[in-house]
């Protein structure tokens, strides 16, 4: 039978334990899962698309069907180019819920092969954001209630490569 290939999207800026559970959920739901960090036009991004695709590799090194790739097109057409049937993303409350049908309306408007796949978020990491993990990161505070040991090595590596 067919490798089942999800895809799981996102801008990663960075990774945290609320990805990390979707990205687990969908590695249980499918045969080989593809985190692809990417860029959303609307957002400035404190890492750039290589770092964030380094802090996500760690953060999630221990999961076998799980690769972590890079990729600055349309989402549409790397679904297309990987064969992935499923677009997973995760959503924490109405928000982001809204947010999550315009992008799936428009992937599925440009490549209806690939179905999105909203996973609704564990509450109980539903205050995790990368944004509050930038904050902290400017705080100097501990992150460890935020991402993994090995994403945190991997922000520390590239702050001190910057210095
Ligand atoms: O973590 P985010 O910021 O919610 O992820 C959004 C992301 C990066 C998946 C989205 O902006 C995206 O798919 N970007 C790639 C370019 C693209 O396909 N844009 C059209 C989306 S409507």
Request: glycine share 4%.
């Amino acid at each position: 039978m067919q490798e089942k290939i999800a895809l799981v999207p996102g801008s990663f800026d960075p990774v945290t334990f609320g990805h990390i559970d979707i990205i687990r959920r969908a590695a249980e739901l499918y045969d080989r899962v593809y985190v692809a960090v990417m860029i959303n036009a609307a957002k400035n991004y404190l890492f750039t698309l290589e770092q964030r695709k380094a802090i996500a590799e760690a953060a999630v090194g221990d999961i076998p069907n799980v690769t972590v790739i890079a990729f600055d097109g349309m989402l549409w057409e790397l679904a297309k180019r990987l064969g992935a049937c499923a677009i997973v993303k995760g959503y924490r409350n109405e928000k982001d819920l809204a947010y999550e049908k315009l992008m799936a309306e428009y992937n599925q408007e440009h490549y209806s092969d690939a179905e999105t796949v909203l996973l609704h978020a564990d509450q109980a990491l539903a205050y995790i954001s990368s944004t509050l993990v930038r904050e902290k990161l400017a705080q100097e505070a501990d992150l460890s209630d935020y991402l993994p040991k090995a994403g945190i090595e991997a922000i520390k590596k590239i702050l001190h490569s910057q210095n």
